[in-house]
């Protein structure tokens, strides 16, 4: 089990961004993190996997647990090497690389090449282009190379970041299907998502976060009948994909009066 428990990270030392959320993702099961822009989902991410010194940011409360070892102090290779892996958000990859190079970068070096093999087998288009620059791919193609990259690691917990982000429906659904075959795989996910149907379709559990704080979690199901849930974050009228919108004009509501 995955297990933070309120969790303070502050950025420059003075932005306090997460105000003490606790939550836990139990092995083998997808749970999702939603909520706003800035609600600070990218920064647990950061805080999970050890990459928020980068951005000058720290954990000054609070403990994350991964099988009961702590990993608040530890470092982004250490906790790599502990099986805990991200998939950046707005999927980061080696742009000027090729598709190739981009897989042995997320890999341990020697058994790299029989697992690249396997993604070039999941996804052929990977394999048809393992020599050209991965900036050449399309979005989705990239989004499937990013992940693919994290996957290298052979992790056992994979810590996704809105993958679903700015991809074509037929893509979105692709990457769902990935989402869902590494799950099968016996990897634990944190699924972290702008798209709340697709996010509770996939995950067991749900948290939704706003200014740093979980302000409402539960089973999926329940999530999917909550009518708060169902007004901000579902769309009722809305349209898929107008989730943005609603994030950003919407976000004072009344769980948190
Ligand atoms: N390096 C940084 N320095 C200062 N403030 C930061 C830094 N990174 C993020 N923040 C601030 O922290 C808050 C949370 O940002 P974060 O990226 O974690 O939100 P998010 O929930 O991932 O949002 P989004 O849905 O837009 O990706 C925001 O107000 C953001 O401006
Ligand atoms: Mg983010």
Redesign the pocket.
């Known amino acids: 089990m995955l297990v933070v428990s309120g969790l303070e990270v502050v950025?420059?030392q003075v932005?306090k961004?997460l105000k003490g959320p606790s939550l836990q993702v139990p092995e083998g099961e997808i749970v999702t993190l939603l909520?706003?822009?800035?609600?600070?989902?990218?920064?647990?991410l950061?805080a999970l996997s050890g990459l928020l010194n980068v951005?000058?940011?720290a954990i000054t409360k609070g403990q994350i647990t991964w099988k009961g070892q702590d990993l608040t102090k530890l470092g982004a290779d250490e906790i790599v090497r502990l099986g805990i892996s991200q998939v950046l958000?707005g999927r980061r990859i080696l742009a000027d690389l090729t598709v190739a190079e981009n897989l042995r970068a997320g890999a341990y070096s020697n058994r790299a090449d029989g697992l690249a093999s396997t993604f070039y087998e999941r996804f052929p288009i990977l394999g048809q282009r393992r020599d050209q620059k991965a900036g050449y791919l399309s979005g989705g193609e990239q989004q499937m190379l990013a992940i693919a990259r994290a996957l290298m690691a052979r992790p056992k917990v994979l810590l996704l970041?809105?993958p679903s982000l700015g991809l074509a429906p037929k893509i979105v659904q692709e990457v769902a299907d990935l989402i869902r075959e590494i799950h099968q795989d016996g990897c634990t996910v944190l699924l972290?998502e702008?798209n709340a149907r697709l996010a509770l379709g996939l995950a067991s559990y749900g948290y939704v976060?706003e200014t740093?704080k979980i302000v409402l979690d539960g089973n999926s199901e329940d999530l999917l009948e909550d009518k708060d849930m169902q007004e901000f974050y579902l769309g009722g009228a809305h349209e898929e994909g107008a989730f943005r919108n609603v994030?950003h004009y919407r976000r004072r509501k009344r769980w948190l009066a």
Do not use: F, I, S
């Open positions: 950025y420059h932005v961004v909520g706003p822009n800035g609600a600070g989902k990218t920064t647990l950061r951005h000058d940011g958000e970041d809105e972290v702008q976060m740093g994030k």
